[in-house]
C-alpha cells in the first residue's frame, strides 16, 4: 500500500505498528500514542468507577467502520476497534488518528481513547478482550443480598466484520456462514455473559430480496422476523408475518438469518438492545481524502469500478443491463454518502442507549434513486473527464430498483441524509486523486 506507506513516511513522527492483540495502545510501541499527546489530555466523559467507558466497534477499520469510528470520536466517545485486517489496512488507523487529533486541535477539545486490538472477532481471544474490559462489582439483589456481578465498560457494540462479495458467497458459502452466521452468535453469547446488551449490527437491503423489484421505496414493514402490526397509509392495521422473498444469494442469507437470530435473541431477553441497520448503496469518502474504500480483492461495485475506469486499470465501464423499466433502461440504486451513514451509526446508538427495546430494524439510505447513467454521468463531472461504456446483460442475481424509505429513519432516529451524489462523487474522486 504505497499510498499509506508514503503518508506513514511524511506526515507521522514516528512509524506506527498496531496493537498486538489484548495489548492496549499504553503497552503498545506503536510510537504515536493519543493518549500520550500531553496537550491533548483531559477529556473523561465517559467514565464508569472513575475508568473510561467504550464503544466496541469491529471491523473498524474497513470502509464504512473507519467513517464511524471516526464520527464516534468525533462526538467525543472512546473507541476499541477489533479488526484483522483481512479486508482493510492498518494504515487506516493510522489515518483516523490522525484525523481526530486534528479535529480536536481545531476545536480545542480533548482527544478521545483509541484502543487497537488486531483480531479476529471470532477468535477465542475475543472473550479475554471483552473480559478485560470488564470490572467485578459487588450489587445488592431484590432481596438484599449482595452479590458479585460484572460490568463492562463497553456500553455498546458495533459489528462491522462480515463478508460482503454476492459472488465470493456463490463459490465459498460455507466460508460466509461461517463468518457471517456462526461468528455472530458466538459473539453475541460472549457479549450476553459480560452483560454488554446494547447491539448495532450492520445489515443490508440485500435482505429485501425480490421485493426490491416492486419498484417503490422499501420499507422496513417489508420484512419482519416475527409477526408485527402495522399502521398503514389509509389508517388501516395489518398483521405483518415474516417472509423473506427471493434472496438471491448465500451472502443475502447470510444478513437475512443474522437478522432473524438477533430478533430472536431479543426477544427471549428482554435486555438486549438490538438495532439492525439496513444500508443501501454506501458511496464517498470524508473530504478530507484520508479514509475511502480501498478493499484488498477486486472492484465489483459500481463506483471503484468508475473510478478503475478513471485511473486507467480498466478499460470500460461495463453497464449491466439497459433494458430496465427505469428513466434510461439502466438500474436504479440508492446511493448514501458514507458520512451519512457514519452519522446514522451515531443516532443509532443514541436511541438504542436511550429508548431501544428489543429488536428494530431501519433503513440507511438518502431516499432517491439514481440510474447507473446517472452515477457515470457524477463522477464525470467531478473528474471532468468522460468514461467510455461498454453495454453488456444484466448481472445474475440484480435488481433494476432499490431505494429506501428513510420515513422510520427520520421519525424514530432523528436522521437525515444531508449529502448529494454529486457530493459522493467529488469526495471520492478528491480521495482517489490522493492516493494516485
Ligand atoms: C451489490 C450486491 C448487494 C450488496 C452490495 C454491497 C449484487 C447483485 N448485489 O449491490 O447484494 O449488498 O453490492 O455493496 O451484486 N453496475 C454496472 N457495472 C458494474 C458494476 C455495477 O452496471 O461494473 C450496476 C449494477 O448492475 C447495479 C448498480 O451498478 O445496477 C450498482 O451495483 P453495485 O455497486 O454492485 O451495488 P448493488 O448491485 O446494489
Redesign the pocket.
Known sequence: DSYAESLLSSSSPASLVASSPLTTPAESDDGFDIERLPTLLGGDDHVSNGSPTFILVIGGLGYIGSHTVLELLRAGQNVIIVDNLCNSYESVLHNIKLLIVDHCKTEGLPVPLIHFHRLDYRSRSMRFLLESYTDLVMTIDATGQQKMSYRSRIDGVIHFAAC?S??ESIKRPLQYYQNNVCGLVSLLRHLDKYGIHNFIFSS???VYGAKSNAGKPLREEDLVHHPEEYLDESGNTTILQPSAVGL??P??RTKYFAEAILADAAASNPAWRIVALR????VGCDPSGFLGENPRGEA????P?LTQVLTGVRRS?????SDWATKDG????DYIHVLDLARGHIAAMTWNAERGNGFRAFNLGSGSGTT?LE?VQSLEVAASRSIPLSWTG??????GF?VASTERARKELGWSPRESVAQCAADLWNFVQKRM
Open positions: 460482503k454476492v459472488v443490508s437491503a440485500t438471491s444469494c451472502y443475502a444500508y443501501f448503496n454506501p465489483t461495485n459500481l463506483y469500478v465501464l461495463g453497464v449491466f443491463g439502466t438500474a436504479v440504486r447507473v452515477a444484466r448481472r445474475p442475481g440484480d435488481v432499490c
